[in-house]
């Protein structure tokens, strides 16, 4: 038997308990030879752990950076989905006739021929398609080991509409939202992977998650109050 080579497989099978669900040994980036790799890696430094965000945004030093940023982007737009989920609970046309954060934002929704005013939950919708379509297009993205340069300049348009998605759960479905950061990180994430590439400039990154981590502990003015 010492010639019958032992694989761990890395796979999900159908009928896997959740308990057994990506149960297996982590694996070094350098050893994982596959076109998936850096996905691969990426997705494996989150389970392990999803708050060591610096860990998780840190390239390999032989790594490709735009690859980097778009394996990060089509993970980002991935979990997203899961707030998107969340949302369709409670954000309803109704209620949420636009796509609006603080009052001085009302965001078109770029997914059709003439930009439109979509509800904030079909704007959630389309824009996740949108950027999937966009992210898997033979066109602009026919390979994950190298990508143009251009198709590398639509990720950051890709981020600005997606993060939208962020701001209007943080403004107008607040436990929601804390649910999900607290679950998943993922807004601090998205606005440390913006910010450490220049994907998005720092006036219209107006959710404030990191002044509530940074300003605890820290005993300055007290201006806000309620009664
Ligand atoms: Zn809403
Ligand atoms: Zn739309």
Redesign the pocket.
């Known amino acids: 038997m010492a010639d019958v080579e032992c694989r761990m497989e890395r796979r999900n099978r159908p009928g896997t308990k959740t308990i057994e669900y990506y149960c297996w040994p982590e694996e070094l980036f350098e050893e994982m030879d596959s076109t998936l790799a850096v996905q691969q890696y990426i997705q494996q430094l989150i389970r392990k752990d999803f708050t060591a965000i610096d860990e998780i945004l840190k390239a390999p030093d032989t790594q490709d950076e735009g690859v980097w940023k778009y394996e990060h982007l089509r993970q980002f737009c991935m979990e997203l989905n899961g707030i998107a989920v969340k949302?369709q609970n409670e954000?309803h046309p109704e209620?949420?006739t636009q796509m609006t954060a603080t009052d001085q934002w009302i965001f078109l929704c770029a997914a059709h021929k003439t930009p439109k005013e979509c509800p904030?939950?079909d704007y959630t919708r389309h824009t996740l398609d949108g950027a999937a379509c966009l992210l898997n297009s033979n066109k602009y993205f026919p390979s994950r080991i190298s990508i143009k340069e251009s198709s590398v300049a639509k990720l950051g348009s890709v981020c600005r509409r997606v993060y939208r998605i962020f701001s209007?759960a943080y403004f107008?479905?607040r436990n929601l939202f804390d649910e999900f950061e607290n679950e998943t990180f993922l807004c601090r994430r998205f606005t440390e992977f913006v910010t450490k590439y220049n994907l998005m400039s720092k006036e219209i990154l107006i959710v404030p998650i990191f002044d509530e981590v940074d300003t605890s502990g820290f005993v300055g003015h007290v201006a806000e109050s309620e009664a």
Request: aromatic share 0%; hydrophobic share 35%; net charge neutral.
């Open positions: 949302l954000c209620s949420c904030a939950i209007h107008h479905h």
